[in-house]
């Protein structure tokens, strides 16, 4: 059974860091896409940065391009999302997910992804 655990979530004033965590269990993130997705109050959940288990490459939101950068430890089978100069845009709920089917096209797709965290506040206060 996969299980993804979020967490690293919290409260942060604007211009400061958090660095989230997603721990991996039932699932190789060797053979995985892995990716970060966020839901603030009142939109649609959207993608944040994944990490292509075939090549590597590693796609950004626009809106975090310079500021967050993805990660991850095979062997600790755990995701990170390294979050800096955050911006009060920044509150959301934060979801892990993965997918072994996810091809390079579909990084961005929430719909490609098999599984998911149940997801970690962070609240950036201006």
């Known amino acids: 059974q996969v299980q993804l655990v979020e967490s690293g979530g919290g409260l942060v004033q604007a211009g400061g860091s958090l660095r989230l965590s997603c721990a991996a269990s039932g699932v190789s993130l060797i053979r995985s896409a892995m990716a970060w997705f966020r839901q603030a109050p009142g939109k649609e959940r959207e993608f944040v940065a994944a990490i292509s288990q075939r090549t590597g490459s590693q796609p950004y939101a626009d809106s975090v391009k310079g500021r967050f950068a993805i990660s991850k430890d095979n062997a600790k089978k755990t995701v990170f999302l390294q979050m800096n100069n955050l911006k009060p845009e920044d509150t959301a709920v934060y979801y892990c997910?993965?997918?072994?089917?996810?091809?390079?096209?579909?990084?961005?797709?929430?719909?490609?992804?098999?599984?998911w965290g149940q997801g970690t506040q962070v609240t950036v206060s201006s």
């Open positions: 997910a993965a997918g072994e089917r996810v091809i390079m096209s579909q990084l961005g797709s929430q719909s490609a992804y098999d599984h």
